[in-house]
């Protein structure tokens, strides 16, 4: 008799919206998350500038953000649970040549965002023309006009995870935290009893996890350990097709950001729109009820894959890469200054910048989330309830499906992402 049916490894977001649809269909189940933290959102979760959006140029990823980004609306509005969700937009800020893109032209047609124009954003605050100088030595645009993007905006991840897991807890599911799984190993399904086995010949499967509180065993194990299921799953020598990158946020304090903070562009919000500058991907994040925005960027060149366990923040990133750009549009900036900084990590697919969700005899595996993990993780809790019960089609929250298999491994159907920040 194993110790649980399930067990899911990694109390994040995606463990948390796993568990809580695995169990939501199957209330007779035992379910056990277990998380070498102390509590639930302690990873990359609790590292996140969780913003979302449903500006995607796959299909695939505008269906799964669409429906979680529903969802999550639904759990503030209509079950009175605040999730600090605001739909404050997404304002990318952009040079005539990307204004005039055709995936501008496809969310402006189809009714999710609209253009504002350059004077608008110069009344906020940017200097929209930047100077000769500058622009060419840090290959700066221009601020032509901005694309804004109406189901968008800013959310509290651990407040998401705090619904599930009350969930979780009154729908019975355990939970094993300060439990760290050291490895994955496959044994055979009817044991001989001798040394060495599971031999290549016998069937196979994972019954025990080797963790830091001793064996324990269950029918089927789902791993949402984002970059470290790289990790857990070489140990059972099996390819997690992701790869850690660090990212780094810095808040940023001052009058002149709260000024800008004060500054909404959707009807009935109060703060500023997440943004994203127009030259090398740096995004500003408010951070409502406070003078402070969070900046950030997903740099890439000299930047190696890394797996630890705590990255730490480069005060010296921001002030040598980040600050000169952003004080270049805002130069009202630089009497601001860092008032904090952390750092984790994107797991990258490098293939298509979108999940995986995979079944592997009874392993599942959702990792990948490649900078968007927030914003689509309900959808992706579906899936992989979908791949526990065998069905090849998902139901997302907004009632659009999606073939299950189409975020697989094997007979994967998403085409590369060409929006990521
Ligand atoms: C700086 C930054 C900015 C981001 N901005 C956004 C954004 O704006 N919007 C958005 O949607 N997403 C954003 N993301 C991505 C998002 O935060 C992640 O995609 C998401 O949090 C992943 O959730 P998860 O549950 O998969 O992983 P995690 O939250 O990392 O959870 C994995 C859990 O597994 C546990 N674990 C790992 N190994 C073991 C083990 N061996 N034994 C036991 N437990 C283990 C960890 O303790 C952890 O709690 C950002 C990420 C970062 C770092």
Partial sequence: MPDCDVAIIGAGITGLASAYYIKKEKPGLRLSVIDRNSSYAQGNTAKSAAGYRDLFTSDINRKISGSSIAF???????????????????????????????????????????????????????????????????????????????????????????????????????????????????????????????????????????TSSGPFSAETTVVCADIWTTDLLNSAGIDSHVRGKKRQVFRISGQPAADLMSNPLRPGEQVMPFTIFPSHGIVMRPEPGSSSVWISV????????????????????????????????????????????????????????????????????????SGSGIMKADAIGRIVASLYSGRSHTTLFDHSTILTADLGVESRNVPPEHIVI
């Fill in 72 to 210: 999550y609306k639904h759990v503030q509005q209509d079950l009175h649970f605040d999730l600090g969700m605001h739909f404050n937009g997404y304002l990318f800020l952009m040079d005539r040549k990307r204004l005039d893109q055709d995936a501008v032209k496809t969310f402006i047609s189809e009714g999710r965002a609209e253009i504002v124009p350059e004077d608008r954003i110069a009344s906020i605050g940017y200097s929209t023309r930047v100077g000769k100088e500058e622009k060419e030595l840090m290959q700066l645009s221009d601020i032509d006009g901005a694309l804004l993007g109406y189901n968008c905006g800013i959310i509290e991840p651990d407040r998401i995870c705090s619904f599930y897991e009350k969930e979780l807890r009154t729908m019975g599911v355990e939970f094993h935290y300060n439990t760290e799984v050291r490895g994955l190993r496959f044994e055979p399904k009817s044991c001989l009893n001798y040394p060495g086995e599971p031999f290549l010949w016998q069937q196979k499967e994972m019954r025990k996890l080797d």
């Fill in 298 to 369: 997903a740099d890439d060149y000299n930047r190696p894959f890394t797996t630890e366990d705590d990255p730490k923040p480069e005060p010296e990133f921001y002030e040598n890469s980040l600050f000169p750009v952003i004080r270049s549009y805002l130069p009202q900036f630089s009497s601001c200054k860092v008032s904090s900084m952390w750092a984790g990590h994107y797991s990258y697919n490098t293939r298509d910048k979108t999940h995986y969700v995979f079944r592997n005899e009874n392993i599942i595996v959702a990792t990948g989330s």
